[in-house]
């Protein structure tokens, strides 16, 4: 029996990354508080040296390797690298944060590194085994991050909330793969896509196990009902965390739910489109209602992601490659404007203070009217309120969903868009019309000042030429 040798080519990212990471957790071991430094800056340069290798593989063609179970398309490039830029300045604005509650610790960045290597065999599965694998070594890490504040109660019950759930969904997922394989006869997607379409397999098998699939990808998305764990995870958490959790892992899923649905069962399309529909409609719903209840802006911010995935899904269920394209584009603008909203609750948190209750944004304006700018910026475009880039895309996904001949739903999307307005325009009202409960001057890092600051300007300037990156999410879904 001869053993062909793969090519090793098209997975060159994952196995540096890999490698780096590795390389960290040693080295961390001969590192002491002061030289710990060390295992930051080189977290970093692995996520530098995994975008360059991924860009100059990047191509228009799929490339299979590994017995087709791993694929290099363009979708892939252009996920990987978005994660590799959000994972990076999630570091850039954890670094003085972990540092003044005694975090700063090796097992952070490499539980990180860990995820985004989950995260990226994810996004490059083309096998159940595959997309199996990423996910459990991304979810692993997740559920270690959240309790690496061990002498927090809250943390450590958000770990195990978010453990027993991640589990339960994972089991179900589990459970939906065996029932289409035993139905195929095969966990590649292509091959699985090819069967379904032909007919041959037993329909109603297959629609019980394309459910259990959707379970757990919902779960990941943080989409209803499966968003149990979102804000007891998010508001648990240590805030640098939370930043990770809330951006980065977002683009994995969303590129699961593609792999799952387009690329496996795009012949089940009527029967996945329905469940959808469902699910945005019910995350928009109540990710948009429950948030104005909310008085600690983490929740508010969970709530807050929810609905941003109900707005994800309505491009996905639109079924053509442009809605897919105002899928991705949707999933890569939230993942910035995430990065941003959870950046300035680090940036206005300080040793012994967690600025996570709204009324610690009271008068912003007044003691910092630079950073009250940049909240406004990143929630006037979290409001999808124009000329900001999240105004661009919710429209783009609203147009996938009207050209599907789905006008109810996308006016039931704007409707609850502007009820979920409230909530960010009462962040602006607090910052600019109330008095201020402390009177002292922010004084941030000058590196989270700086990240921040870029943050919330790329948002504008994106929303000013949204072209650019709505034609790199076509071309890599073909649209």
């Not at 911010?301 to 105002?326: D, K, M, N, Q, R």
Request: charged share 10%; proline share 4%; net charge negative.
């Amino acid at each position: 029996m001869n053993f062909d040798m793969p090519n090793f080519l098209p997975a060159m990212p994952e196995m540096f990354v890999l490698g780096m990471t590795s390389l960290i957790l040693i080295l961390d071991l001969f590192l002491n508080e002061r030289t710990r430094v060390v295992s930051y800056l080189l977290a970093q340069a692995t996520l530098v040296g995994a975008f360059i290798l991924s860009l100059s593989l990047y191509n228009a063609h799929a490339e299979l390797s590994f017995s087709d179970t791993f694929v290099l398309d363009p979708m892939a490039g252009v996920l990987k690298m978005a994660v590799y830029a959000a994972v990076f300045m999630v570091f850039l604005y954890s670094h003085s944060y972990l540092r003044e509650r005694g975090l700063f610790r090796g097992e952070f960045f490499v539980l990180a590194l860990f995820g985004v290597l989950g995260m990226m065999v994810l996004i490059s599965a083309h096998s159940f085994l595959t997309i199996y694998l990423g996910l459990e070594l991304m979810s692993l890490s997740l559920y270690a991050m959240v309790a690496m504040q061990r002498d927090s109660r809250s943390a450590s019950e958000a770990a195990m909330k978010y453990f027993i759930l991640g589990a339960m969904a994972s089991a179900m997922l589990l459970y939906g793969m065996s029932m289409l394989y035993g139905v195929t006869g095969t966990l590649d997607l292509a091959e699985m896509s090819q069967a379904v379409q032909q007919g041959d397999a037993d329909r109603m098998l297959l629609v019980f196990g394309l459910v259990f699939l959707l379970v757990g990808v919902a779960f990941k998305l943080g989409a209803v009902p499966f968003h149990m764990w979102v804000p007891d995870v998010y508001h648990g958490a240590p805030t640098a965390v939370t930043l990770y959790i809330s951006t980065a892992p977002k683009l994995a899923a969303f590129a699961m739910l593609m792999r799952l649905m387009v690329d496996g069962l795009s012949g089940l399309q009527p029967q996945w489109h329905d469940i959808l529909v469902l699910l945005a409609v019910l995350s928009i719903g109540v990710g948009n209602v429950v948030a104005i209840a909310q008085s600690n802006i983490k929740r508010m911010l969970a709530y807050s992601g929810i609905s941003h995935a109900g707005f994800l899904l309505l491009g996905v269920l639109s079924g053509t490659p442009e809605g897919y394209a105002a899928g991705m584009f949707y999933a890569i603008v939230y993942t910035i404007m995430g990065l941003g909203g959870f950046g300035m609750v680090i940036l206005m948190s300080r040793a012994g203070f967690e600025a996570e209750h709204l009324d610690d944004y009271k008068g912003l304006n007044q003691r910092s009217p630079w950073f009250a700018l940049m909240m406004l910026f990143i929630m006037f475009s979290m409001a999808g309120v124009p000329p900001f880039v999240g105004f661009w895309a919710k429209l783009s996904v609203l147009e996938a969903v009207v050209s599907a001949n789905l006008l109810w739903l996308a006016a039931v999307a704007v409707v609850f868009s502007v009820i979920g307005a409230f909530y960010y325009l009462r962040v602006i009202k607090l910052m600019y019309f109330d008095a201020p409960e402390e009177q002292a001057a922010l004084k941030p890092g000058a590196d989270v000042a700086v990240v921040l600051s870029a943050n919330a300007l790329g948002i504008l300037a994106l929303g000013a030429l949204p072209g650019p990156l709505m034609a790199l999410c076509l071309q890599a879904l073909g649209g």
